[in-house]
């Protein structure tokens, strides 16, 4: 190796007259420039280039005239694209002969923070439609709308421990349509996050030595700790008994079973007959209507997954298209028929929930299902098809 | 696991220039970080040596049809990468900034060189990326990169069992997202 000066030549470079030649020294030259060392990048620098350079470089692919437009759209869906570029990628794979399927005839816009609340007195307040503050006091407490998608229940002024523990109970519920989802800060302080097409129904104090509420549907549980009262839900005849953790229960009638998935503490599971403690990590599955089938336990429960929804994620792990459709038709407000013999494949991966139908039915089409979505009367039906 | 990741560069761009959307993609993903590097080393400024990058494969995708390689993919990515570099050097004088920092030398095998950057000191740049691999993680995967070998030929060859190859398979590329900066969403699809 040698070294050898080229500075005439970057000279004539710089000056714009050279020859050919020149031009490809100058280039060797440029090749070699910085080449020893660290670049300097870090592995956050890459893969930061890597999203915001494939979505300009989608967003260039697309025809002209739609491309501001999908800009904006590009941005807000940046997830999703991300999906579809890395996840995309890995799916994309399977196809021996890529197929692009437009399917988007009428589109389904993503649920949001929609939920009813039935008060004692079998008042209903809609939720969606209300205004930030107080909603309504129920004895000593004040139940208050703080921001949209979210009610807490607090105890009012002057209220004391006693006080409380001599009230009557009462009873609201919360529940949530297809397409909603709701949060609710209980009186203890417990949080919950309830799921599309579910509901809670609940005291608005916690009066005697227990906690109690009862779901339907799917809901995510930060109870707040307090061993000398015990904090229980019930689902579909299963009871989960917590002092204060993290959980979550999903008791979705047509899933046919129900699955709680515990994050922190530990909680006892109680059906009929049976009974079950989960640690962190595990899922507890006990079938539904089977009062004397033993409870399964999982251990390594993927509680990411379990959880995705209330951090706005479908997350799949080795789902089939039964199990991410029931899930897409309750966020969605669809419903769903299948036609033709549909490959019997497992689906794995996490999409945003704040994006349109379409665009989850573009990824999923990357597994040889599609979609397309119909205009019933009053409904819309998603069509899967081979 | 995925047919088009097993595909060779020149597989790939074959598909590419018949309008693969998913070649398309596999190239990105192969070489967004390396050209990423190689403009950053030359630019020094993030947002220019992104939208350099960007813009390779943006003409890369519009001139799929007309894609004809003289040289290998890389080759021919590097290359547009420089290409563009250099005229911004020159639109820019960046060029005399470094004659007047004393940066105006460059190493040569002879006298006689013909200055043209080979294949080989392409392959030579990417290498250095995986060097820096442990050495029974490298030698895996560069069987499999290189060779093109299954997992079974692999542990033929180097006298372990396919279960190792695979798992240093999957942690080599692993390590390879990590260092090369991909990012962890994977999805696979498993047959019934």
Known sequence: MQNKDVKAILEKIDSGHYTPEEEAIAKYWLHQLNQQGDAGLTDEDLSEGRKEMWLAIQAAKQPRATRIRLWTRIASAASVLLFLSIGGYFLLHKQTTPQITRYVIHDVAPGGNKAMLTLANGKTIVLTDAKNGMLAEQGSIAINKTTDGEVVYRAGQGSSAKESAKLSVTYNTLSTPRGGQYNLTLSDGTKVWLNAASSITFPTAFAGNERKVEITGEAYFEVMHNAAKPFRVTTLGQTVEVLGTHFNINGYSDEGMIRTTLLEGSVRIRTRSQNAMLKPGQQAQTIMGGSNTPIAVINDADTDEAVAWHLGLFKFHSANIQT????????????????????????????????????????????????????????????VTP | MSVYREYSDQELALLLSKGDNTAFNEIYLRYDSLLYIYAYRKLKDKEEAKDVVQDIFITLWENRAELVLKTALAGYLYKSVLNKIFNIFKHQHIIQEYINSGNHFIEVDSAETDYLIREKDIAALIEKEIATMPPRMREIYELKRTAFLSTKEIAEQLNISEYTVSTQLKRALKYLRKRLGIVVYILYILHP
Request: hydrophobic content about 35%; charged content about 30%.
């Open chain 1, 324 to 383: 991410v459709m029931r899930q897409l038709c309750r966020w969605y407000n669809v419903e769903v028929k299948y036609e033709g013999k549909i490959p019997d494949r497992e689906f794995s991966g996490e999409i945003t929930r704040n994006v349109n139908a379409s665009q989850v039915f573009e990824i999923l089409s990357y597994f040889k299902v599609h979609f397309r979505i119909e205009q019933g009367a009053t409904e819309k039906t998603i069509i």
